[in-house]
């Protein structure tokens, strides 16, 4: 197995680990569910697989001479998003944001970043990039109001 | 690059994020109501293990490799301020590390079970935590910008 | 507390000597003289800093008052982040202005 596979298949448990553990948190705290605080932890290690395989890339982009990918506003793109979900859990640590605002700013950084990862090609600058993930958190947070409210009329 | 310098250069990356990320969850672990002790102390120690790793072989690819083989690489091309400005402050910022890390683990050892009774010295803890991990993502950052460079 | 008080004065003196070796190019020549790279030179001197700091001020007795020690480590915290801010502005000062 090359060094390019492992780092692939690391990224992608990084990835599936991450974005399932934030849906499932989604899923459980809409459900009020005590099993909850299983996804969070199942989210960080998610993280730390994404983080340290995410650096592993670059490594290699580095040792291939593919250093200009590096610079890539996709690239970029993804570790400010990774930041903010970092940001967004310390502010919900320390309860200076509101569950409903974080929890939509963590399932849409989450997904971004699949999607980011994915999409090779994208033809949008870094702000561009931004802008949208910006209009996504809104889309993700009004979506996330219409649920809880179908849900409160039928409980 | 020699396979050594690679090892180095990738150990030195992977250590550095394994300290940065054991700092960071000293600091949410300190932020919570009741703080998971045995816990800290380990992450707070291993943390500053893998910093002075992370020293270590960083160093020795800097002392031995960069100065020949990449900064004069990153100085001729269009991106110089990646080395007169990130590689500059990262290279020396990246020295406080270890000695912030080590006040924690200490700390965190000394203080044990007592912490959560002591709310004024575990928010200060909190915020240093905070610094470190700012720090070194700083830094982590700063060394992409770096690598990005070589060209 | 000693480690506290080592760590504070190992942050300032890597700033400064960081500063220093930049402006006093003798300064430079000498870590890299005796050390074989002014980094390393740095590195060792900090740390023989912090050792020597911490095994004196630790023999030393005092009462460890907790208002005291709350108030070092949030010295500690500010002069990591000046320190920062001093070496990013340097390096920026040097790169783009002189």
């Known amino acids: 197995m090359s060094w390019e596979i492992f780092v692939t298949i690391s990224h992608i448990i ?107 090609g994208l033809p949008v600058g870094y702000f561009g990039i931004m802008a949208w993930y910006m209009v996504a958190i809104l889309a993700v947070a009004l979506l996330q109001h219409f649920i809880r409210k179908k849900m409160i009329v039928k409980a | ?109 000394a203080l044990g079970e007592r912490i959560d009774q002591k709310p004024v010295l575990k928010k200060e803890l909190a915020i240093l935590a905070g610094v470190l991990s700012v720090l070194g993502i700083f830094i982590t950052l700063a060394g992409a910008v770096i690598s990005g460079a070589v060209r | 507390m000693a480690a506290t008080i080592a760590a504070i004065c190992a942050i300032f003196f890597v700033t400064l000597i960081t500063v220093l070796a930049d402006l006093v190019p003798p300064l430079k020549d000498w870590l890299k003289a005796v050390f074989t790279h002014h980094w390393i030179g740095k590195g060792i001197l900090s740390v023989a800093l912090f050792a020597l700091l911490f095994l004196v001020l630790e023999k030393t007795p005092r009462q460890a008052e907790e208002g005291r020690l709350a108030a070092m480590l949030r010295l500690l915290s500010w002069f990591a982040v000046l320190g920062t801010l001093v070496l990013f502005g340097f390096f920026l000062y040097e790169a783009f202005v002189k």
């Open chain 2, 1 to 109: 690059m020699t396979p050594l310098l690679k090892f180095l250069l990738a150990a030195h990356v992977v250590l550095g994020l394994l300290g940065v990320a054991a700092f960071y969850a000293v600091w949410m672990g300190l932020l919570r109501e009741t703080s998971p002790v045995k816990f800290l102390k380990a992450s707070a120690i291993w943390g500053v293990v893998f910093l002075v790793l992370s020293w270590a072989t960083g160093g020795y690819y800097y002392a031995t490799y960069y100065g020949a083989a990449v900064r004069s690489v990153i100085r001729a091309g269009q991106y110089s301020w990646a080395h007169n400005v990130f590689m500059e402050a990262k290279e020396h910022i990246f020295l406080f590390l270890p000695f912030l890390g080590i006040v924690l683990a200490v700390t965190l050892v």
């Open chain 1, 14 to 120: 990084g990835t599936v680990l991450g974005v399932g553990g934030a849906t499932f948190a989604e899923i459980f705290y809409l459900k009020t569910d005590k099993n909850g605080s299983v996804a969070y932890t199942v989210m960080r290690i998610g993280m730390i697989i994404l983080v340290l395989s995410g650096f592993g890339y670059l490594l290699l982009l580095r040792f291939s001479g593919q250093e200009q990918y590096i610079y890539s506003p996709r690239l970029w793109a993804k570790l400010t998003i990774t930041l903010v979900i970092l940001v967004n859990a310390l502010l919900l640590q320390i309860h200076k944001l509101p569950i409903k605002v974080g929890s939509a700013i963590s399932l849409t950084s989450w997904y971004a970043a699949l999607v980011l990862g994915a999409w090779r």
